[in-house]
């Protein structure tokens, strides 16, 4: 009866260790993929202050709203020395070229011609949604597309530059469409390489 008591007290840590190691094991990371995450706002002005002077600020004047409807109440204002270039807009999660944003891309085209030695970084930016590798992918995908655009219209390869900074760069905070329409773009920075 000695030997089977012992085995049943065995059996049964074993088994009590298990479930805490089951339960207490390696947590896996979520799928934050359609997740808002709302990030603590600043408390003091001092905190405010330095908060925005951390933010990239754009160098660029966004003549049209991104979307289709007036724009928003939230929409950038500049900082800095103007790009000649204009910004473009993209849908949620897509990294095709919208119709309504050509004309501006074939304006800085225009630029582009009458400017033959100038350089440029294109850069891909998205919203908040989905995780940081993501959207780095998303970001690079943007950028790519519109040097296609670019090169297909006969501007030199050598001349053009991507990046990508996903969603780490906002030109406008907020956590809704409102703010999200203005952070799915391409920017064009004249690069003084």
């Known amino acids: 009866m000695g030997k ?16 805490v190691l089951l339960l207490s094991g390696c947590p896996k990371r979520a799928d934050l993929a359609g997740t808002e995450v709302m990030p603590i706002p600043p408390t003091t002005q001092s905190e405010r202050a330095t908060q925005s002077e951390e933010m990239v600020k754009p160098s660029t004047l966004i003549q049209e709203p991104p979307v289709a409807g007036a724009p928003s109440a939230q929409q950038p204002a ?21 119709d309504d944003v050509k004309s501006s891309l074939n304006e800085d085209l225009q630029w582009l011609d009458a400017n033959l030695t100038a350089q440029i970084v294109i850069e891909g930016h998205c919203d908040e949604r989905g995780t940081a590798e993501y959207n780095l992918g998303l970001g690079e995908r943007r950028a790519k597309a519109t040097k296609d655009y670019l090169m297909a219209a006969g501007i030199n390869v050598k001349r053009i530059r991507t990046v990508s900074f996903g969603k780490e ?19 064009f920075v004249v690069d003084a390489r």
């Open 4 to 19: 089977l008591w012992g085995l049943r007290t065995i059996s049964s840590i074993g088994l009590l260790l298990s479930i």
């Open 78 to 98: 500049t900082a800095g020395k103007e790009s000649p270039l204009k910004d473009i807009f993209f849908d949620f999660d897509k990294s095709t070229i919208r």
């Open 169 to 187: 760069r906002p030109f406008v905070t907020g956590h809704d469409e409102s703010a999200w329409k203005w952070n799915r773009r391409v920017h």
